[in-house]
């Protein structure tokens, strides 16, 4: 059995499409369709039910990408690792959310990428998660940071860590508001405090809100900039509360520049995942950085 036919049958089986197959593997939506149907007559068998929007494994179809699939991997990771050595054929391209990926990521891999001929070149790119796992599948990035779980064969994730919110604001917003305030009204106490956030949706004080408090935030935001470090710039300035990850807002509660005005129990969390395309850990430049990210993340926690 031809293995050209074989890579192309599971990278549509992981890719769902055949369209999205065929951009990852450098060729055209008509070879890879007569690729599949060259497999398909030779099997026996169809190997997919064609949809509206992509296509469906048959039970064939799945047994043989389990079948095949470790070893096509297997002989990838053969073929990459003869080329480790030159680090110049070697870029790693990342993408992710801009904050964690600037402050906790690219420092991290930073430290593979010195000129001991084990590294390799580094490209970022940032993005929401709805972006960059688009940009994965289309084959624009190896490594991406998301805050949301893939679904589909395409791509594997990995939990990372998870960051904890804190509820902050300029220390003069908190000089009216104790624990005794907010046990006698509740978040009611903070509505009068003007909101700075990434979007008018207010993603993080409604998800901090209907965590903590199980009540939706009544305010708009007053400030409202897509990037949170300068999220908490505008809280230290006194423009209103804000609820930003603890790793990014340390410094600034550590100086008091911020303070936190509440401290719940049990805290909100969001998890960061590490995606990759199935199959692509056997190249050794990514596997390297997964592995170096997810030992670094271990102290972020």
């Excluded at 997919?48 to 047994?63: K, N, S, W, Y």
Aim: aromatic share 6%; with cysteine; glycine share 8%.
């Amino acid at each position: 059995m031809d293995l050209a036919l074989l890579r192309t049958f599971v990278t549509v089986h992981r890719a769902g499409s055949f369209t999205r197959a065929a951009a990852l593997l450098g060729l055209s939506q008509p070879a890879v369709t007569s690729q599949i149907r060259t497999l398909e007559r030779q099997l026996g068998r169809p190997l997919f039910l064609r949809q509206p929007r992509g296509v469906t494994p048959t039970t064939i179809g799945d047994e043989l990408a389990h079948k095949a699939a470790p070893h096509l991997d297997a002989l990838v990771e053969i073929a990459e690792s003869g080329l480790e050595e030159d680090s110049s054929l070697r870029t790693l391209h990342l993408a992710g959310p801009p904050e964690f990926t600037a402050e906790r990521a690219l420092p991290a891999l930073t430290e593979l990428t010195g000129g001991d001929g084990q590294g390799f070149a580094l490209r970022a790119s940032f993005g929401t998660a709805e972006e960059v796992l688009e940009g994965l599948a289309a084959g624009h990035h190896d490594l991406a940071i998301s805050t949301v779980r893939p679904r589909g064969a395409l791509l594997s994730a990995t939990a990372l860590c998870d960051e904890e919110h804190v509820l902050v604001a300029a220390p003069r917003w908190a000089e009216h508001i104790d624990s005794g305030t907010f046990r006698r009204t509740g978040p009611s106490v903070l509505e009068h405090i003007p909101v700075v956030e990434v979007h008018e949706s207010l993603p993080f004080v409604a998800r901090y809100w209907a965590s903590v408090f199980d009540y939706r935030p009544v305010a708009p935001g007053t400030v409202v900039v897509p990037d949170l470090r300068a999220v908490l710039a505008c809280a230290a300035a006194g423009a209103g509360l804000a609820v930003l990850p603890r790793y990014l807002c340390t410094g600034a509660l550590e100086r008091g520049d911020v303070v936190a005005l509440h401290e719940p129990t049990v805290p909100p969390l969001r998890t960061y995942f590490l995606v990759v395309r199935t199959g692509t850990l056997a190249m050794p430049h990514i596997a390297r950085a997964h592995e170096w990210l997810e030992r670094a993340a271990t102290g972020w926690c």
